[in-house]
Each structure stands twice: as structure tokens, then as C-alpha cells.
């Protein structure tokens, strides 16, 4: 196929009234994260013991990730992979007993601060203290679903702590929506409810887990731990519980009884299946190890697949596809204990992260680069076509001035799913810095930071 450039010349900038000269503006782009990178938690030593460290690997080499943060807690990638969120106390506030939401550009190397809690002291004295934890943001970027643990402590009965379940505008933190309010600690004792975090690849819904009705043998029906769905509800401006995609089961026809819950649901890249990890507890007081399993089933919950079983004190750490779907990628740490009792959490220091085919699970595989980890995070991209099919000779790049004082490129009428390359150069003779973008990255917008002398810009359709 052959390649047609389209290049960003004076002509196109005047046309926009953009009010400078190209030849003393230097505009320098730094290259987007490839589909193929994996981002991950690593405990890294600091003074007085270890902190959760975030790292990437791509082809195989491990690199970590600055955010300037002393912890990153409960990373999570964007589906195009260039935004990561994640949880920790706030730096600027270091006296403040809460925890806070961050995004980090790997693009332009910035941090903000996504959602900004507080700790509230109440007419009763009680303390409230907002956890940020699991995080997720929709494909295009602009919402974010965030679970925060509200802990409250009194003086009477000591310290309790509820999930919320909330969608809010990534672009400012504002909360648009309660997704749930979950149940405190005093009900769910194996804390799985909202414990990770999935959106189907067109952002019409996002899976979590949640407590659903189960029927158990003995007649029953009582609450556990499953996959459901939620959506937008237009009507009330809301998230709804619009669907659910797995059963878990109680059998209350043993003594103690024994419970199963799932949890970190995983959306593959084509939407079509998910991935998640069913974890068995032999007794509500979690005297004893918990029994896990990685499985993998249609959307509708229907042909599971059992990818890995886990002998007995193994917790799962996260789940997350591979770019094109082809495997599952996983954590799984020791479960935290003290003699006569294991809690709902696994070890990070022991945490190691394994691959598993999502259709053939015959056998499990090290990450190239990896061993040691948890949380780990794919983009999930699917594959796009060979080369795009609109003519890239009638395609105009333009770029416009921002507020924030960067510019924005954009160039309309691509092919949303296909992939085109950028190049910049200095002269209209020499174009170089090749960085590949799908058609819909670069219609919706790529950030320049502008602080070089001159360079022009070409797309071409990506080998």
C-alpha cells in the first residue's frame, strides 16, 4: 500500500487564525506508551520499610514510573495506555489522615490530583477518613469509576469502614454519581464487594463486584459476592445495575458454611469475554485459608473456563488482558495471616505476576521482564486494521491553541480504528520521531507541549 503524508504547514495555521509564526515555535512531541507495555506495582525500599513502587515494561525491559508520589497504590491503565490512576496520601497535605486519586500523563510526564479527600470530624466526635482504592477510567478517557473506603472512627465502637461506589468527570474529579454504597465491614467480612474495577471497550457499561441475591442449598437465599454491570441511566442522570454476569454460591448445608465471592473483573479487548477470580472461604470468621481460582467466561457468564486453580492461602493481586486478548495476565500473593486467622489480602512483598492462555490454559508463564509484582494493567487495544483506508492526501492537520498554553493537533475524517504514524521534523525535508496513534486518539486530540523552535508534522499510515 502506498503511503500519502499529509503535512502541517503555515497555509493550515493561518487558516485557523493561530497567531504564530511556525518558524520560531519548536513544538516537541514525546511518544505514547505502545500497546504493548505493562504497567505494575513492585515494593521498593525506603527509609523505615518498603512502599508500593510503579513500574513498566515494554519488550522486556523494565523501567519505573515517577509520579513524584511516595506510594502508588492500586495502579490502573487507561485502555489506550496513556493515562495511569492511582491511589495515595496527598504530598501537599502530609498531616491529612486521608487518600487521594491521581492521574498521571505518561505522555507529558504531569500529575494532578484527580479526586481531593478530606477527613471530617462529625458532631459526635466520630472521624471520617475517605480511602481512595480501586479506579478504572472509560475508554475515552472522561469518566472515572472510583471505590473509597469510608472508615470512621469513634470512641465507642472503635473504627468501622463502608466501600462507595462513585462515577466521576476525570477532567476535574467532580462526582457526577453514587454508582452503590456498599456494606461495611461488620456484614462483609471477606471485603470483596467493588474490589476492581473493568469497562467494556465502547464505554456503555463497566462490570464490578457487588452483593447479590444467591440461592443456597438448604432454601435459601442470601447475599455473596458476584460480577454485575452497570450503566447510564439518562432519565435520572444515574448508574444503574442494568445486568449480572456471574453466580457465586453459598452452601449453608455444611457447618461452618462455606462462601464464595468474585472478584477483580476483567473486560477482555474485544468486549466479548471476562476474566476473574473466584475465591472460596471455608468459614465466615476466615479461620482458615481461602481457596482461588482464575476463570475466564462469555460475557453473558455462560462456557466458564477454569485458566488456574491455587492451592489454599493464595490471594489474587489483579487480573488484566493482554493487548489482543490472547492471554490473562495475573497476581497472586500470600494471604496475609496471624495464627487463627487469614484476612482478605495478600502479601505485596510475595506478589509475583504469571500469564495464562485465555483459551488453551495448559500451562503458566512468566511475563517477559516480570516476576515479582502485582496489579499489573495491559492497554487494551485490539488490534487495528493492516493500514487505514481513507486517503490521507484530503486529510488537513490543524492545530489549535489550548488554554493551558500547549497545543492541541487534531485531524478529522480518520479511520477511528486504524493506526497512522506521526512524524515531525524541522524543515519540510526531513521528518523523523515516529510515534503510532489510532485514528480516534488523534481526531479526539493529541497535547503538544510548545517550548522548541519550528517543526512541522506528517501522517502516514502505519506499517
Excluded at 489483579?318 to 487463627?340: E, F, K, M, N, R
Excluded at 500469564?355 to 487494551?380: E, L, W
Amino acid at each position: 500500500m502506498r503511503l500519502h503524508p499529509v503535512a502541517c504547514c503555515p497555509s493550515i495555521l493561518r487558516r485557523r487564525r493561530f497567531r504564530i509564526r511556525l518558524w520560531t515555535v519548536c513544538l516537541l512531541l514525546l511518544a505514547l506508551p505502545l500497546a504493548g507495555q505493562t504497567v505494575f506495582n513492585a515494593p521498593v525500599s525506603v527509609p523505615g520499610g518498603f512502599t508500593n513502587g510503579l513500574f513498566q515494561m515494554q519488550n522486556g525491559n523494565v523501567t519505573p514510573v515517577d509520579t513524584g508520589l511516595a506510594t502508588n497504590d492500586f495502579p490502573s491503565l487507561s485502555r489506550d495506555g496513556r493515562f495511569i490512576t492511582m491511589a495515595a496520601p496527598n504530598p501537599a497535605q502530609p498531616a491529612q489522615a486521608a487518600t487521594d486519586l491521581f492521574i498521571y500523563d505518561r505522555v507529558t510526564g504531569l500529575r494532578r490530583t484527580l479526586v481531593d479527600h478530606s477527613a471530617e470530624t462529625l458532631q459526635d466526635g466520630s472521624i471520617v477518613r475517605p480511602e481512595a482504592t480501586y479506579s478504572a477510567l472509560s475508554p475515552n478517557n472522561q469518566l472515572v469509576v472510583l471505590t473509597t473506603m469510608m472508615n470512621v472512627t469513634t470512641n465507642v465502637q472503635g473504627t468501622s469502614s463502608t466501600p462507595m461506589l462513585t462515577v466521576n468527570r476525570s477532567s476535574d474529579g467532580f462526582q457526577l454519581a453514587t454508582a452503590a454504597i456498599g456494606l461495611g465491614d461488620s456484614i462483609d467480612f471477606f471485603r470483596s464487594e467493588f474490589k476492581g474495577i473493568s469497562w467494556a471497550p465502547d464505554g456503555s457499561v463497566f462490570a464490578v463486584p457487588h452483593y447479590v441475591n444467591t440461592p443456597t442449598p438448604m432454601g435459601d437465599l442470601r447475599p455473596a459476592v458476584g460480577i454485575v454491570v452497570f450503566a447510564h441511566n439518562p432519565m435520572t442522570t444515574q448508574w444503574d445495575i442494568v445486568g449480572q454476569i456471574t453466580q457465586p454460591r453459598i452452601f449453608d448445608n455444611v457447618i461452618p458454611n462455606v462462601v464464595e465471592s468474585h472478584v477483580f473483573p476483567a473486560i477482555s479487548p474485544n468486549g466479548q469475554r471476562l476474566a476473574y477470580f473466584e475465591l472460596t472461604w471455608p468459614d465466615p470468621l476466615l479461620a482458615g485459608p481461602v481457596s482461588a481460582r482464575l476463570l475466564a467466561v462469555n460475557i453473558d457468564g455462560s462456557n466458564p473456563l477454569v485458566l488456574v486453580n491455587f492451592n489454599p492461602g493464595f490471594y489474587p493481586m489483579g487480573v488484566t488482558w493482554s493487548a489482543d486478548g490472547s492471554q490473562v495476565i495475573y497476581s497472586v500473593a500470600p494471604q496475609l495471616q496471624v495464627p487463627g486467622q487469614f484476612f482478605p489480602a495478600g502479601d505485596p512483598a510475595g506478589a509475583a505476576i504469571r500469564a495464562v492462555s485465555s483459551t488453551n490454559p495448559v500451562a503458566i508463564f512468566t511475563v517477559p521482564g516480570i516476576d515479582s509484582g502485582s496489579y499489573p494493567h495491559n492497554p487494551s487495544i485490539t488490534a487495528p486494521p493492516p493500514g487505514p483506508t481513507v486517503d490521507l492526501r484530503r486529510v488537513p492537520v490543524i492545530l489549535s491553541r489550548q488554554s493551558n498554553g500547549n497545543l492541541l493537533l487534531t485531524a478529522p475524517g480518520l479511520d477511528p480504528d486504524a493506526l497512522y504514524r506521526l512524524e515531525s521534523g524541522t524543515t519540510l525535508d526531513g521528518f523523523g520521531n515516529p510515534q503510532d496513534f489510532t485514528g480516534a486518539q488523534i481526531m479526539a486530540g493529541i497535547d503538544i507541549p510548545l517550548f522548541a523552535p519550528s517543526l512541522f508534522f506528517r501522517f502516514t499510515a502505519a506499517p
